[in-house]
């Protein structure tokens, strides 16, 4: 995706190589993180985006878009998200997926 095509409150979803991603910019960063919540799996296409967090509207998991952390204590069994390192190339994101 072309950077200059990234907006403030942007939520885009991409398949990459069969890995499902999701981009976000939020608070002036973008973000890239796999599309799966760590509790039960679901998507986060319709995730709770607040400043560098995002919350599952599944079960209401709260996760840290810096590290991947969960930051609810109640939710047990959930790993934390893949987030993927990414930069700018003629313009374009690229994001590293290993």
């Known amino acids: 995706m072309n950077i200059d095509k990234v907006y403030e409150g942007m ?3 991409f ?3 069969g890995f499902d991603i999701l981009l976000i910019k939020t608070g002036g960063n ?3 993180i796999e599309n799966r ?5 679901a998507t986060l296409d319709n ?3 607040e400043k560098d967090t995002i919350t599952c509207q599944h079960h209401l998991a709260k996760f840290s878009l810096l590290d991947g952390y969960v930051l609810n ?4 069994d959930c790993d934390k998200l893949k987030i993927y390192d ?3 190339e003629n313009q ?6 290993f």
């Open 11 to 13: 939520k885009q979803r």
């Open 15 to 17: 398949q990459i190589n």
């Open 30 to 32: 973008i973000y890239v």
């Open 37 to 41: 919540c760590g509790h039960f799996g």
């Open 47 to 49: 995730a709770k985006i």
């Open 73 to 76: 204590d109640f939710v047990e």
């Open 86 to 88: 990414w930069k700018v």
């Open 92 to 97: 374009i994101i690229t994001v590293s997926i």
